[in-house]
């Protein structure tokens, strides 16, 4: 339900085409007008309207200094290409990525096996940030340091290379005339006068035999490596079995976003994810100490995103940052419930910082996921066994009864959870009080306090503070504060700057 990334031409397609013919500027609108006659009307064009739309907006919001990073599958990348060479100008355009995404076998086909994903690279202006980034050197290119000292594994470099240069790098030194080297036009890599230097520090090999060259020491110590370039083969896919897999269909490597982040901005700048979905790339904005700006369209990726803020650098919705966008009230908490249940379902498990179960996002008939009447967890850590313990979440958006509680203590003990939280929009019944009282408590080992081991809790109570009566979900009756992170707090944006 929540991936349902397929496109179709039809009326929210035709008048964003519109949008874009009349009110843009001239060279988008035909360029649009273009591929639509090639394409024609179908899934392809409806999702080219709706990055063109968008990939306008980006521009226009894009500092002089920024740049526009864009992930996609070779399906789509020809066109994609056209439409930022329109937009961004092709003078703005600096690199397409080929992203080895996977090293994984596929069966034989009558085709080459696909193997790699393309991000492209486009700037604002030529004033755009960029920090060059290394690889790690491969061991044949470290076995080139073949020298040895006390300084450690060198490799000797020429002084003399080939070019023109200006200045007093073709100067003669120590008797040595760069031009007559054995052809015109060579030079040394820097002056005499720091040539001086590293002889002085002992840097220069020079020549047993007449008429060779000197060399210079370069230690592999101080080798940054390799310059990386528009092929990444060293960030794999995230699997089913990776420590960040959250269990996301789209989400990627925060390795891929933060190599992004480090070379295209520096700390303090603003980054912005117009479709953050797990929101990869906002944790590698929040660990690397850049502002940032997340947007995705379903309320479960907000909050999983709200769930990844908090076990990763203990941030609090309202206090470290702020989601625009939800529910403030219980009316408009009552439309979302009425518009769309999945959304109400996912959003009202983020306001008790529950992770929601992914089991019945991509499903089509409502059937929820390996646990039956589970729609979101939470996870506590109590005695020494380390352990973990789990407080089951329900959510309701209507048609609650005693009965309700009933089979949600039954879910719970089938589970063998410690906690089930039955969150609903209508105020409990007397009936489900005692239905809820009648569960007893849950004794915590590490804590000794007792809990209330079915709870119930309205959205209006919710939204007014009120939170699960549990075990702290960070850490354990050994260490029962969590320790913050230092990389960087989300500072307030001025959105009108």
């Not at 023109?164 to 005339?177: C, K």
């Not at 100490?289 to 709200?306: H, Y």
């Amino acid at each position: 339900t929540a991936f349902d990334d397929t496109w179709h031409w039809g009326a929210q397609a035709e008048e964003l085409y519109a949008e874009l013919v009349t009110k843009t500027n001239g060279a988008v609108g035909q360029m649009i007008g273009a591929l639509r006659g090639a394409i024609g009307e179908n899934q392809m064009m409806a999702y080219l309207v709706m990055m063109a739309g968008r990939l306008v907006e980006l521009h226009r919001v894009l500092k002089p200094t920024g740049s526009l990073y864009l992930h996609c599958d070779p399906t789509a990348s020809h066109y994609l290409k056209i439409i930022l060479d329109t937009i961004f100008g092709a003078q703005n355009y600096r690199n397409e990525i080929s992203w080895r995404r996977s090293q994984t076998r596929s069966s034989i086909s009558k085709i080459y096996r696909r193997a790699h994903d393309t991000i492209f690279f486009y700037s604002r202006s030529d004033e755009y940030v960029y920090n060059l980034q290394y690889k790690e050197l491969s061991e044949a290119s470290k076995s080139l340091y073949s020298g040895d000292d006390e300084n450690g594994p060198y490799q000797a470099v020429p002084l003399l290379v080939s070019g023109r240069r200006g200045g007093s790098t073709g100067d003669v030194w120590r008797g040595i005339n760069p031009n007559i080297r054995g052809k015109e036009g060579m030079h040394w890599v820097t002056t005499p006068d720091n040539l001086e230097e590293y002889d002085r520090q002992g840097l220069i090999l020079w020549p047993k035999k007449e008429g060779g060259a000197p060399r210079l020491k370069y230690y592999l110590k101080n080798s940054p490596g390799v310059p990386l370039s528009d092929f990444w083969d060293d960030i794999n896919l995230i699997s089913s079995s990776s420590a960040e897999a959250l269990g996301y269909p789209t989400q990627k490597p925060i390795a891929l976003l933060e190599r992004i982040l480090l070379a295209s901005s520096n700390p303090g700048d603003v980054v912005l994810d117009p479709f953050c979905g797990c929101g990869t790339t906002v944790a590698a904005a929040q660990k690397l100490g850049r502002q940032w700006i997340g947007i995705d369209i379903t309320f479960l990726s907000i909050a999983l995103l709200k769930n990844r803020l908090t076990g990763n650098f203990s941030l609090t919705e309202k206090t470290d940052y702020n989601v625009i966008g939800e529910p403030e009230d219980l009316a408009s908490a009552r439309q979302l419930a009425q518009d769309d249940p999945y959304q109400f379902q996912w959003w009202a498990v983020s306001l008790i910082q529950a992770k929601p179960l992914g089991g019945q996002a991509g499903s089509k008939t409502g059937k929820k996921g390996a646990d039956q009447g589970i729609d979101g967890v939470k996870n506590f850590l109590d005695d020494a066994s380390g352990k973990p313990k789990r407080v089951l979440v329900q959510v309701k958006g209507g048609h609650v009864t005693s009965a309700t509680v009933r089979d949600l203590h039954g879910t719970v003990d089938r589970e063998k959870a410690a906690i089930g939280v039955l969150i609903t929009l209508e105020p409990a019944t007397k009936p489900m009080e005692t239905e809820a009282h009648a569960a007893d408590f849950y004794e915590s080992p590490g804590w000794g306090k007792s809990y209330p081991r079915i709870q119930i809790l309205t959205i209006e109570q919710l939204l007014h503070g009120a939170q699960v009566q549990m075990p702290p979900a960070h850490g354990t009756f050994k260490q029962a504060q969590r320790v913050k992170t230092d990389e960087g707090v989300q500072g307030a944006l001025d959105l009108d700057a």
